[in-house]
């Protein structure tokens, strides 16, 4: 019983794939932070030039 134990908790130390994914999570997060900043920050001066050419494209 404690050898099944002791081996159930080897082999869940040694599984590194929740550790992984836990690390594509916070990578996936900083990179969603990084893109929404950067969006919040060009917002205006995007919003300026696409203004500006549909402005000529309409007219």
Known sequence: MIRSLVATAAAAVADRKGVT?????IL???IVGAVGTA???FAPLMLA???AIFGVVAS
Not at 21 to 25: I, L, R
């Open 49 to 51: 030039k696409f203004n």
């Open 21 to 25: 994914a836990a690390e594509y999570a």
């Open 39 to 41: 969006m919040a920050a």
């Open 28 to 30: 996936a997060v900083a």
